[in-house]
């Protein structure tokens, strides 16, 4: 079992910033990739960024320029640094671990993080 705990939500203001952090646990071979979703009131989950263990991005079109998705491999951490944040970034942030393999090329599973609030208010 894999579990997901993240951190660093909270209150921002508008143009400024707030880190998350989320880190894995418990007993597993590799995670190809991590990733963040987001999800606003009323809206369907969406993707925020994700990044492999390669280190290749990819982000939505909201967030390109102003977010980056950073990960250290030896943590089992993925970081998402939120830069000159809107209002409209307000949402729940999950953090996703997919293709997590349990033992070498053993079947590959996807988790979930709790979820951390991420309000953008003056």
């Known amino acids: 079992q894999v579990q997901l705990v993240e951190s660093g939500g909270g209150l921002g203001q508008p143009g400024g910033s707030l880190r998350l952090s989320c880190t894995a646990s418990g007993t597993f071979f590799s995670i190809s990739i991590m990733g963040w979703y987001r999800q606003a009131p009323g809206k369907r989950r969406e993707l925020v960024a994700l990044i492999t263990s390669g280190g290749t991005t990819n982000y939505a079109d909201s967030v390109k320029g102003r977010f980056t998705i950073s990960r250290d491999n030896a943590k089992s951490t993925v970081y998402l640094q939120m830069n000159s944040l809107k209002p409209e970034d307000t949402a729940v942030y999950y953090c996703?671990?997919?293709?997590?393999?349990?033992?070498?090329?053993?079947?590959?599973?996807?988790?979930w993080g709790q979820g951390t609030q991420v309000t953008v208010s003056s």
């Open positions: 996703n671990a997919d293709r997590v393999a349990i033992i070498p090329k053993g079947n590959e599973y996807s988790y």
